[in-house]
T-cell receptor, first 113, second 111 residues
Framework: DSGVTQTPKHLITATGQRVTLRCSPR?????VYWYQQSLDQGLQFLIQ???????AKGNILERFSAQQFPDLHSELNLSSLELGDSALYFC????????????FGPGTRLTVT | AQRVTQPEKLLSVFKGAPVELKCNYS??????LFWYVQYSRQRLQLLLR??SRESIKGFTADLNKGETSFHLKKPFAQEEDSAMYYC?????????????FGGGTRVLVKP
C-alpha cells in the first residue's frame, strides 16, 4: 500500500453534471499529481500541485479544475461532464516538487452516462 | 515535447521464457526514465528507474541514449509477472516533473 488514498472508488453520473474527486497524499508528501487513464488517450498528466500551489499543467480541460488544501489533500473538480470524460482518474504524490518518484493511489473510476 | 512509445500492446510468453518490453522515447534534454507495473485491479507501482540501476523482481532496464530506448527485460518470466507495464519519462524539473507515459504493454505469462 503506497499510502495514497482516493475517494470515491467508483462514480456514476449523467452528462452535464459536476463531480469532485478527492485525494489524500502519503504522509509527508507535499506534491500531488492528477492523471487520467482512458482507453483512447492512455495515461495522461492533468495537473500538479505543490504545497497548495499549482506547479505544472498538462492536458487539462477548462471544465476541469483542481486545488490543494492546507492539509495537503487535493480535489479534482469535473464539470459539464461529457461521455468522453469516462475514465480512471489517478492521484499520485511525491515528497517534494522535484522528486521523480511518484506514488499512486488506487484511482477513481468515473462513468458518465 | 516529451513522447514515449511502447510498440507492443500485448506480449504473450511461456513461463521460463525471456521477455523484453520495448520502450522508445523522444526528449531533447536528459530524461529520467521509469517502468511502472499495474497488476490486475491494483494501483500503479514503480518497478524501477534508470538512475538507480537496480534489478527488481528479476527485471532490468538499460537506458540507451543513442537509440533513445529503455527496454525492460527479464530472463525467465513467471506467471506472477502477468500485468500491464508502462514506460514513463520525466523531464526538466523546473517545468514540473510530470510523468509522460507510453501506451502500455500487457504481458501474459502462460504456464
Amino acid at each position: 500500500d503506497s499510502g495514497v488514498t482516493q475517494t470515491p472508488k467508483h462514480l456514476i453520473t449523467a452528462t452535464g453534471q459536476r463531480v469532485t474527486l478527492r485525494c489524500s497524499p502519503r504522509s509527508g508528501d507535499l506534491s500531488v499529481y492528477w492523471y487520467q487513464q482512458s482507453l483512447d488517450q492512455g495515461l495522461q498528466f492533468l495537473i500538479q500541485y505543490y504545497n497548495g500551489e499549482e506547479r505544472a499543467k498538462g492536458n487539462i480541460l477548462e471544465r476541469f479544475s483542481a486545488q490543494q488544501f492546507p492539509d495537503l489533500h487535493s480535489e479534482l473538480n469535473l464539470s459539464s461532464l461529457e461521455l468522453g470524460d469516462s475514465a480512471l482518474y489517478f492521484c499520485a504524490s511525491s515528497v517534494d516538487r522535484s522528486s521523480y518518484e511518484q506514488y499512486f493511489g488506487p484511482g477513481t473510476r468515473l462513468t458518465v452516462t | 515535447a516529451q513522447r514515449v512509445t511502447q510498440p507492443e500492446k500485448l506480449l504473450s510468453v511461456f513461463k521460463g521464457a525471456p521477455v523484453e518490453l520495448k520502450c522508445n522515447y523522444s526528449y531533447s534534454g536528459s530524461p529520467e526514465l521509469f517502468w511502472y507495473v499495474q497488476y490486475s485491479r491494483q494501483r500503479l507501482q514503480l518497478l524501477l528507474r534508470h538512475i538507480s540501476r537496480e534489478s527488481i523482481k528479476g527485471f532490468t532496464a538499460d537506458l540507451n541514449k543513442g537509440e533513445t530506448s529503455f527496454h525492460l527485460k527479464k530472463p525467465f518470466a513467471q506467471e506472477e509477472d502477468s500485468a500491464m507495464y508502462y514506460c514513463a519519462l520525466s523531464g526538466f524539473k523546473a517545468a514540473g516533473n510530470k510523468l509522460t507515459f507510453g501506451g502500455g504493454t500487457r504481458v501474459l505469462v502462460k504456464p
